[in-house]
């Protein structure tokens, strides 16, 4: 489902930015005995809660162990060395580990584009605005100035859209006089 993202980053209570390391799959310490993968991430910057730690681990389910392997559609993928931003959920207390509500949907890669950054969502897609809607219905599937994702994560508004910002010319519909 695509949310609008003011809404995905306010239901947060932590999101940060970071660069992941290695990761190693095992066995859940739970009953249920799931494979989990972890990841490494070390902490280069917090957009919204608190965070105590500057080394964690995320959790994503699935990955192979003992010649088992459990895939789980839509769970996020980590590569060492990527520069990301993730939502965090509350720190299991049984692996110290932390979950990224969402999945593929909790993580943004950060990229460089003509000298700006952005937070580019891991489905990829087309740009995130949609000129005409308000902030409370913009589509923010894919590319979002770092700018404007951490006044969201102040609890702000994004400013509307400008046309440049998209990858293709606007629609004939959309720049005809009304």
Do not use: C
């Not at 930015?17 to 990841?39: M, P």
């Not at 308000?134 to 509307?160: T, W």
């Amino acid at each position: 489902m695509n949310r609008p993202l003011k809404d995905v980053v306010q239901e947060s209570a932590v999101i940060v930015r970071g660069r992941t390391g290695e990761s190693y799959s095992d066995w859940g310490k739970s009953e249920s005995r799931t494979i989990n993968t972890y990841t490494h991430f070390a902490v280069t910057e917090v957009f919204k809660g608190k965070l105590g730690e500057t080394n964690i681990l995320l959790r994503q389910p699935g990955g192979s162990k003992d010649g088992l392997e459990l895939h789980v559609p839509g769970a996020a993928a980590f590569t060492p060395g990527e520069d990301i931003v993730v939502l965090l959920g509350p720190k299991f207390a049984e692996d110290g580990s932390y979950d990224v509500p969402g999945f593929t949907t909790g993580k943004y890669n950060v990229i460089e584009k003509d000298g700006r950054v952005f937070l580019e969502s891991s489905l990829g897609g087309g740009e995130i605005y949609q000129p005409g809607k308000d902030s409370q219905s913009d589509s923010y599937n894919s590319r979002v100035p770092i700018e404007v994702f951490r006044e969201l994560a102040r609890g702000g508004n994004p400013p509307q859209a400008s046309e440049k910002q998209f990858r293709t010319a606007p629609s004939a519909a959309s720049t005809a006089p009304k």
